[in-house]
């Protein structure tokens, strides 16, 4: 199967709010999954939604043992996340930097709640029910932002904040860039 393209900032579509998932454990959902995956990998995303390749569906997948394009970042544990719920466990929000492979080579400076719990259900419709601070608490609510129809320069709160990574990579992670 090929793999489908990232739709990029822009496309009317990924600014939508995407719909429920009513039916599990079927094909259409695991291949929409297997797609996701194989996006994900071959982008080397470290989260992807399933709006960015043209599936207006509450589905987000994400986790990483290691990345290159968040080389500082602890492992997330790989997840399949389907209709998630979030509830913020903190007031506070931090800024931290994001990148979006719908938003390819810039990086920008976004404020997430700190900690969250999060909840939803799996392909099979299994509950998931976590709690997340930090890089994983701030992952979670980027893919599921995409799942309303947000992208993070639209949450950002001051767009000098926002640059390309080619230039900024040194600066945020002490290493010279390699595209
Ligand atoms: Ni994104």
């Keep these: 199967m090929a793999i489908l393209p990232v739709l990029k900032m822009g496309t009317l579509s990924l600014s939508k709010r995407s719909l429920e998932v009513t039916e599990f454990s079927c094909a259409k959902l695991y291949d929409l999954i297997l797609d996701l995956k194989d996006v994900m990998k071959k982008e080397g995303g470290v989260g992807i939604a399933a709006p960015q390749i043209g599936v207006n569906q509450r589905v987000v997948i994400f986790g990483f043992e290691s990345s290159v394009r968040y080389p500082t970042e602890k492992p997330v544990p790989f997840t399949i996340l389907i209709n998630p719920v979030i509830t913020p466990l903190t007031e506070e929000k931090v800024e931290d930097w994001e990148g979006c492979l719908s938003v390819p080579g810039l990086r920008g400076k976004v404020p997430r709640y700190q900690k969250i719990h999060y909840k939803g259900v799996n392909e099979e419709g299994e509950a998931i029910e976590r709690i997340a601070d930090n890089f994983h608490a701030r992952m979670v609510q980027h893919e ?36």
Excluded at 146 to 164: A, K, Q, S, T
């Design 144 to 179: 599921c932002d995409h799942l309303d129809g947000i992208l993070y320069p639209e949450r950002m709160n001051n767009m000098r904040d926002f640059g390309f990574e080619a230039v900024m990579w040194e600066r945020l992670y002490g290493t010279p860039y390699k595209s």
